[in-house]
């Protein structure tokens, strides 16, 4: 059971390029979110699921999108790479319906945009 | 909207001292409150929870009440470690769908 990965841990990213951040959760959880960490600023949700086939944007979603096509799997696109998404990357999952409910975080992707 | 004010660090604290870590929050109806703990290049994970008011959560020595009078959420310990080293979030969720709204966050470092 290894939880809630995230691929890749580390990347660099040259400003207009593209790239897609996967996590994968193999509890069988509805709900699934990714947040990016920033000094000062706590986690702030940039997108989440709560279950296939569907998404709904967050606090911080613009310049970003998603997918959850199948239900172990989050995927988050940059399109065209900006400084500002310079940020630590979190994924998380969560079961069903919600409120008290432990979310689990992967280990994070650290993404640089120069 | 909702949001979460937690202190800030860095807090440095010798082996053995008490620790409290102050949180409190703005939030339409009743929120669930928690507090999330990040290990250095680690992810963050779930401290303790309190679901309603006067509810006292606790882990690992650590505790926190949920005063809804003061919308409060403070975390305390009464005897750290070392290892207590970290960074710990404040987070509160208001809705059905799960979100987090977190704190900004505070740096704990514990010198042996």
């Known amino acids: 059971n290894a939880g809630v990965t995230q691929t890749p841990k580390f990347r660099v990213l040259k400003t207009g390029q593209s790239m897609t951040l996967l996590c994968a959760q193999d509890m069988n959880h509805e709900y699934m979110y990714w947040y990016r960490q920033d000094p000062g600023m706590g986690l702030r949700l940039i997108h989440y699921?709560?279950?296939?086939?569907?998404?709904a944007k967050g606090e911080v979603p613009d310049g970003y999108n998603v997918s959850r096509l199948k239900k172990q799997n989050f995927l988050l696109g940059l399109e065209s790479a900006a400084p500002s998404q310079t940020s630590v990357y979190f994924c998380?999952?969560?079961?069903?319906?919600?409120?008290?409910?432990?979310?689990?975080f992967g280990p994070g992707t650290r993404l640089t945009v120069t | 909207g909702n949001s979460v004010t937690q202190m800030e660090g860095p807090v440095t604290l010798s082996e053995e001292a008490f620790l409290t870590i102050n949180c409190t929050y703005t939030a339409t109806g009743y929120p669930s409150l928690f507090w999330y703990v990040q290990y250095p290049g680690e992810g963050l994970q779930l401290l303790l929870k309190?679901?309603?008011?006067?509810d006292k959560g606790s882990n690992k020595g650590f505790e926190a009440t949920y005063r809804k009078e003061t919308t409060s959420f403070h975390l305390e310990k009464g005897s750290v470690q070392v290892s207590d080293s970290a960074v710990y979030f404040c987070?509160?969720?208001?809705?059905?769908?799960?979100?987090?709204?977190f704190g900004a966050g505070t740096q704990v470092v514990v010198t042996p």
């Open positions: 987070a509160l969720s208001a809705d059905s769908w799960g979100k987090l709204q």
């Open positions: 699921s709560v279950g296939e086939g569907t998404t």
């Open positions: 998380a999952s969560n079961r069903e319906l919600a409120v008290t409910y432990e979310q689990y």
């Open positions: 309190a679901t309603k008011a006067d």
